[in-house]
Antibody, heavy 120, light 106 residues
Framework: QVTLKESGPALVKPTETLTLTCTFSGFSLNTGGMRVSWIRQPPGKALEWLARIDWDDDEFYSTSLETRLTISKDTSKNLVVLTLANLEPVDTATYFC????????????WGQGMLVTVSS | DIQMTQSPSSLSASVGDRVTITCQATEDISNSLTWYQQKPGRAPKVLIDEASNLQTGVPSRFSGSGSGTDFALTISSLQPEDIGTYYCQQYADLWTFGQGTKVEIK
């Protein structure tokens, strides 16, 4: 059974750095073709893809946020970490992690998402 | 970056109505398009992949069409359980979502 779950702080201050962890089970990021992405959704707004990490350590970032984002993985612990620097109130959103094997173009399993509020 | 323009942003229709949502890409994405349904407080669920491939378990009243830059999601007979927000997503070049279409029952 594939599961993913996001964790991290629910409230952060402007200018701080957000660190979110995606802990997953039911698959391995050591498996060829496996990938995990982060996606966010501001309240009442659309989904926005942020970053992706692959089984072979390749990383990809949204062009609009790439200077602020870092994605990494720990395959021994089955987790993926996303950091977003220099936070602003517009970064308030529900952050999702999702799996997507390279054989498909869509995100087939998602975490439940976690709301992060940026406010002083 | 490839942008996706989805319309309408919201619609209200009666049970049994035929409903169509469109999605337009800023460049040719072939059939690299997915449609999702999202219910409040939940993660999106895949309905259709490769523009027209219905996912297992998705009711046959949902269908997808299009290729290149113009795509459509059609619900042939709207049901109460279809309320939610629908998103298109391209995967020809990284990933981009449309702005969403909120579907309500009249």
């Amino acid at each position: 059974q594939v599961t993913l779950k996001e964790s991290g702080p629910a409230l952060v201050k402007p200018t701080e750095t957000l660190t979110l962890t995606c802990t997953f089970s039911g698959f391995s990021l050591n498996t060829g073709g496996m990938r995990v992405s982060w996606i966010r959704q501001p309240p009442g707004k659309a989904l926005e893809w942020l970053a992706r990490i692959d089984w072979d350590d390749d990383e990809f970032y949204s062009t609009s946020l790439e200077t602020r984002l870092t994605i990494s993985k720990d395959t021994s612990k089955n987790l993926v970490v996303l950091t977003l620097a220099n936070l602003e109130p517009v970064d308030t959103a529900t952050y999702f992690c999702a799996r997507h094997p390279s054989s498909i173009g869509y995100f087939d399993y998602w975490g439940q998402g976690m709301l992060v509020t940026v406010s002083s | 970056d490839i942008q996706m323009t989805q319309s309408p942003s919201s619609l209200s229709a009666s049970v049994g109505d035929r409903v169509t949502i469109t999605c337009q890409a800023t460049e040719d994405i072939s059939n690299s398009l997915t449609w999702y349904q999202q219910k409040p407080g939940r993660a999106p669920k895949v309905l259709i992949d490769e523009a027209s491939n219905l996912q297992t378990g998705v009711p046959s009243r949902f269908s997808g069409s299009g290729s290149g830059t113009d795509f459509a999601l059609t619900i042939s007979s709207l049901q109460p359980e279809d309320i939610g927000t629908y998103y298109c997503q391209q995967y020809a070049d990284l990933w981009t979502f449309g702005q969403g279409t909120k579907v309500e029952i009249k």
